[in-house]
């Protein structure tokens, strides 16, 4: 917390609340919480997932170690929050750890997302020595033909191997970061090992589970990763047979004032559902950040959310960020 940081909340938070009581888009601060895609590269094979399915229209590439000092020597002091992840597995791009070293000499609180198959002990050491706060690890079932039914292409004993190795460095350099989650995506093939996921994890020496709902694509006439317990699914089914998405499509959105996410190649995008960067806020390779929060393409699409989320087809199958139960 620095002064700096504490201004620009109080200016994101006042602009939100004004523009939904004016119903018009105001923006004085900068976001406090960004994600940076390292990689839209990825080893597995997920079938909801761009990234695993090869399925972008867009270029795959990794994020460059100096054009990423450069956006953080920008915007870095209003930051509370950096996560290393959009699309891919941050753990291909060789420099990430780097990347992770130096968000977190900038006071920068850190977090990424992997599926852990590179977590090997040379790895697993640099991960804690980067300063990393904040580890999701992707478990989608604790027995090898379970994980597997999501997560094609994977092995779970290499993702067990990875978590260990970490838990055993940060045991060992005697520090209290990554504070390493178990991230459990709940869809129909594995929603039996809940319970079975909590003991793994204590087992093993994470120290936190996190069940996530999963975002399906082809959801309108049922899907077999859809749960059958309710309460982990993002659709209701209808008399008709038919699904919906629970949430409420309300004319605003959070994540329009406080966040963004930026590619590997430098776009700047409103948030992790535009996993195909088709909303493209302008290009950090050619303009500031600042220029590009607050120019017109990114006013217009704030303008365009308030008028009605259901003209956005990524805000029509969106919950304004992935709900988890504990």
Not at 127 to 141: C, H, Q
Request: include cysteine.
């Amino acid at each position: 917390m620095t002064l700096k940081r504490l201004w620009n909340a109080t200016k994101v938070y006042s602009s939100f609340y004004l523009t939904k009581w004016l119903k018009r888009p105001i923006q004085w601060g900068l976001p406090f919480s960004i994600s940076i895609e390292p990689t839209t590269a990825c080893n597995l094979r997920c079938p909801e997932c761009p990234s695993g399915l090869r399925a972008f229209t867009r270029d795959t590439g990794n994020l460059k170690e100096d054009f990423f000092r450069k956006i953080i020597d920008e915007i870095g002091e209003q930051l509370f929050y950096l996560t290393f992840y959009f699309q891919g597995e941050p753990y291909i791009n060789p420099k990430f750890l780097e990347m992770v070293k130096y968000a977190n000499s900038k006071g920068i609180y850190t977090s990424t997302s992997t599926n852990a198959h590179f977590l090997n002990d040379k790895n697993a050491k640099a991960t804690i020595e980067s300063g990393l706060d904040r580890l999701i690890i992707s478990i989608d079932g604790t027995t090898q033909e379970v994980y597997e039914a999501y997560r094609k292409e994977g092995q779970l004993e290499k993702v067990l191997e990875g978590a260990r190795n970490i838990v055993k460095w940060k045991e060992q350099l005697q520090s209290k970061t990554p504070h390493i989650i178990f991230q459990f995506l709940v869809v129909r093939p594995n929603e039996h090992q809940i319970e079975a996921v909590y003991e793994l994890a204590k087992e093993i020496g994470a120290d936190e589970v996190k069940l996530k709902t999963a975002q399906i694509y082809d959801y309108k006439n049922g899907n077999p990763l859809i749960p059958t317990i309710d309460k982990y699914a993002r659709y209701a089914k209808q008399k008709d047979g038919t699904y919906v998405i629970k949430n409420e499509l309300l004319n605003h959105c959070w994540k329009l004032w406080h966040s963004c996410v930026i590619t590997w190649d430098g776009w700047v995008v409103p948030c992790c559902f535009d996993k195909d960067a088709t909303y493209r806020l302008g290009s950090l390779k050619h303009d500031s950040f600042r220029n590009l929060w607050l120019d017109k393409p990114y006013q217009n699409f704030r303008k365009t959310l308030l008028k009605g989320r259901d003209q956005i087809d990524i805000c029509t199958n969106c919950t304004e960020g992935c709900k988890v139960w504990h």
